[in-house]
């Protein structure tokens, strides 16, 4: 398979094959409109809250969305990034209990917070690279692969964790979720979500590795046909996905001050769940951060309230389930009617 480098297009959301005329405005117009609706949901959902609590909606509503939709907005960037290359990552899970654990384990041996966290965070997106170098090389399905590294992944944390699964966040990492950071009177939880928004939209949209994966998911055959380094960016898309879910890992940890080794049990469903409601088709090639992460906010809102009555965390998984459910019917049906 060649490897030589080609000239990609100019804009992250443009495929390799861009489609003429009509065809092209409606894909425009797919990609303007989608997160219009997804934000417009958002936003209409913070006064729809009060029919799940008298006390919403509030702003410690809108801080906990923002607060918890951030967990979720970096885990489904590293989805989202794998899907729109055409595959899908069940080793969720594995790798953020992988970035939560060394974080606390290495503080805890006395390595400074910042490189304990680096430390962890590079160990943690080592599984994603074996994920990306397996998917480039074989003809294995990506969920087979994934399902498979991760079971590895977490049978190997269980011996190494020794009869120690519970780990404690370091102080400077708890600091970042109990109010004692505010720069500018601004919460450092949400200045972290913006961040995390930039870098998610610039990765995507403005580099040549953002435009490649949008190309491999539209076609690889095409892509490959044209130069693309397709292996190369595949084992990149797994390996930076796999540093997100690290970085997720160490958010956790420090929002609940320690971690055990199910921390990332929760976060595989809802991964995938605002990946397809934010529009992105599940068979890779077509998406936007932008909207995965109104996606993102939309459910967390959905979630805090579902909480606010009283129901279980099984309902939320099963909601999500529903959710990935009918976004895929609503894609299916719209893509016959295109």
């Not at 964790?161 to 939880?189: D, E, K, V, W, Y």
């Amino acid at each position: 398979m060649s490897e030589s480098t080609v000239s990609t297009p100019p804009s992250g959301a443009v495929p390799l094959s861009t489609p003429p005329g009509s065809s092209r405005r409606a894909a425009m117009l797919h990609r303007v409109t989608q997160p219009v609706i997804v934000w417009v949901l958002v936003i209409a959902m913070i006064p729809l809250s009060r029919l799940f609590s008298e006390h919403f909606p509030s702003w410690s509503l809108i801080n906990n969305a923002i607060v918890l939709g951030l967990f979720l907005a970096v885990v489904a960037f590293g989805q989202g990034f794998v899907i729109l290359s055409g595959g899908i990552d069940l080793s969720v899970p594995a790798i953020i209990a992988y970035g939560a654990f060394f974080t606390g384990a290495l503080s805890s041996a006395g390595v400074p917070t910042v490189l304990a966290i680096i430390l962890s965070v590079a160990i943690a997106s080592a599984i994603g690279l074996i994920n990306g170098v397996i998917v480039a090389r074989s003809t294995f399905p990506p969920f087979i692969v994934t399902l498979a590294v991760s079971t590895v992944a977490s049978a190997l944390l269980l011996g190494i964790s020794a009869g120690r699964p519970g780990q404690t966040a370091p102080r400077g990492l708890i600091a970042l979720f109990n109010g004692s950071i505010s720069p500018a009177g601004i919460p450092i939880a949400v200045v972290i979500f913006v961040v995390v928004v930039a870098v998610g939209c610039l990765v995507q949209f403005r580099t040549s590795l953002g435009r490649r994966t949008y190309a491999i998911g539209n076609s690889m055959r095409a892509a490959t046909l044209s130069g693309l380094r397709v292996r190369t960016t595949t084992v990149l898309v797994y390996w930076i996905a796999a540093v997100a879910y690290g970085i997720a890992g160490v958010l956790l940890m420090g929002y609940g001050s320690g971690s055990d080794l199910n921390i990332g049990a929760s976060w595989l469903l809802p991964s995938i769940a605002v990946v397809v409601v934010g529009g992105s088709s599940i068979a890779g090639g077509s998406g936007s951060y932008l909207s995965t992460v109104g996606a993102s906010l939309l459910l967390t809102i959905l979630s805090i309230d579902i909480s606010a009555i009283g129901l279980s965390e099984g309902v939320k998984q099963v909601l999500y389930g529903v959710v990935i459910l009918v976004s895929l019917l609503l894609s299916k049906v719209g893509g016959r009617r295109q």
